[in-house]
């Protein structure tokens, strides 16, 4: 799980908890009036929006194992002698030494260019199978799974559409005019040999529509990416162009992973949690919720994978709030410390919840209690991450313990969701989704217990709480292999 928090500066992320917007990383704002034409296929998600002390870093993607240094800010301006053991700067140098060695973790390579050409020659051949001429899409995930054209291009009111052919294969893409030079100097990836125009240009007085029409006339019918605006499809339309939504078999080719792909998910998946081990082992009763994002952020960016980074934080009944978090909130004795947290290697995100305890700090019987019934369902749901298992069965395997333990009415979302190129992607794991688990999907698997203070009151309790373990799990024909390396062991082992 994850919330996203694009605008907000750290300090207003950290204080003053967003609603997620699920969308994906670097995605903009203005794709909330995204068509989502996939969505007819009733494939969409249950709500998960538990939202909370949400952070996430926008900066350019630093250089990889650049080892300069810590590039987050640092709790009350910096350190020096006689520094308090409770700030950001103390738990990242406790933190480092312990995390450095798993930096390794990281070396993995970028997707290679064959792989995004072989992508390109499966996709050419599911359109001819589904009977439309071509995919469009604007920059997105699928662009940059496609042909490296990446998510974060800002998309703009001027069409800047990918477009591939079913019969041919052939790669080309729909340019304003004036942005032609710009664009052709990305790192688009496709077969030059294939390709002798692959700029199809509009200026600024025609309808990039009709000139796609015109450079295109063959083209009744296209597939159109769901993520691609409104406009867009409503403009191919205006132009006499067919649009039909993303078909589900479509939206499998990403949502299963290649070898490649799972690699990079291991990588960024096991470094991260490593970073919440680390933290768990320098974590200290006093510190608060700001001081472990900012630490976390700074432990990312020192491993070169600050850029991405995303994450929340939420101590004792915080947890519970969907929409809580106040901010200056400290560890307590007696409370649990929830942290759901990730990055992204080279485009691959992570999302890994732990909920934690300082070493020799207690919480009290029922609450431990919480945390195995919680460990119980995500096993259950891990057992059946395996090949030809449905999406709503795996979700309700995963309910039975949290129901019979009495808490059936507070695990309030999904198990989870993909994981790729999108921090929530295909196919997700809800009730209401018929579909079946593949062969190579990464889905993560994080059931959840949340009892605000309020609802513990009418329970005779007296204070609220959040528990939720999460794990991306790679889906293989006999069972789940967590892409952490391993799911935890208890609040004290992460
Ligand atoms: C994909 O784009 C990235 C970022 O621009 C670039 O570093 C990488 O080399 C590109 N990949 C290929 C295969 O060209
Ligand atoms: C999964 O289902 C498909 C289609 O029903 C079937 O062909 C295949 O053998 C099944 N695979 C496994 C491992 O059960």
Redesign the pocket.
């Known amino acids: 799980m994850r919330s996203n928090n694009h605008d907000a500066p750290e300090e207003a992320a950290a204080s003053e908890p967003l609603l997620s917007r699920r969308a994906a990383p670097h995605t903009r704002t203005s794709r909330a009036l995204i068509l989502r034409l996939g969505v007819a296929i009733a494939t969409v998600c249950g709500v998960m929006g538990v939202i909370g002390l949400a952070y996430r870093d926008h900066s350019e993607r630093g250089g990889h194992h650049g080892g300069s240094g810590p590039d987050g800010p640092k709790e009350g301006g910096g350190g020096g002698a006689g520094e308090s053991p409770l700030t950001a700067a103390s738990l990242e140098k406790c933190a480092w030494p312990l995390l450095e060695p798993h930096v390794s973790l990281l070396d993995v390579p ?4 064959d792989e ?1 050409l072989s992508r390109q020659a499966t996709l050419a051949s599911a359109l001819a199978d589904a009977g439309v001429d071509a995919f469009i899409a604007e920059p997105s995930a699928s662009t940059e799974y496609y042909a ?1 054209i990446s998510s974060s291009f800002d998309l703009s009111e001027r069409p800047f559409l990918m477009l591939l052919e079913a019969q041919t294969g052939a790669f080309s893409y729909l340019v304003p005019q004036f942005e032609a030079g710009r664009i052709a100097g990305l ?1 688009m ?1 496709y077969d030059e040999t294939t390709n002798a125009e692959v700029a199809v240009a509009w200026a600024e007085e025609e309808s990039p529509y009709a000139v796609l029409a015109g450079a295109r006339p063959d083209w009744k019918k296209v597939m159109v990416d769901e993520h691609t605006r409104y406009m867009i499809a409503a403009g191919l339309q205006g132009a006499g162009i067919e649009v039909v939504p993303m078909s589900e078999t479509v939206q499998s080719l990403r949502a299963v992973k290649t070898a490649a792909e799972i690699a990079l998910l291991r990588g960024i998946n096991t470094f991260t949690l490593e970073l919440v081990r680390s933290v768990q082992k320098c974590l200290l009763v006093g510190m608060t919720q700001e001081a472990v994002v900012t630490a976390s952020h700074s432990l990312f960016s020192r491993a070169g994978v600050g850029a991405g980074f995303w994450s929340i934080v939420l101590f004792g009944d915080q947890a519970a709030y969907p929409h809580g978090g106040k901010h200056g909130k400290t560890l307590a004795e007696g409370e649990f410390a929830l942290i759901d947290i990730g990055s992204l290697l080279h485009g691959y995100g992570s999302d890994v919840t732990r909920t934690i305890l300082p070493t020799g700090a207690k919480v009290s019987d029922e609450l431990m209690g919480i945390w195995e019934t919680v460990f119980a369902a995500q096993s259950a749901g891990f057992e059946r991450m395996r090949i030809n298992e449905t999406c709503s069965d795996v979700d309700a395997a995963s309910r039975v313990a949290v129901k019979e333990a009495g808490y059936g009415s507070f695990y309030t979302h999904r198990l989870g969701h993909g994981l790729g190129l999108e921090m929530h992607e295909h196919p997700y794991l809800n009730g209401a989704n018929s579909e079946k688990l593949k062969l190579g999907e990464v889905v993560t698997n994080e059931p959840g217990i949340y009892v605000t203070t309020e609802q513990a009151k009418t329970m005779g309790k007296d204070i609220g709480f959040g528990v939720r373990l999460e794990d991306p799990i790679l889906v293989t024909d006999n069972g789940g292999e967590p892409m952490t390396g391993r799911r935890a062991r208890s609040p004290y082992d992460p």
Not at 110 to 113: C, N, P
């Open positions: 970028r997707i290679a260019r995004y490296n790192d990836v």
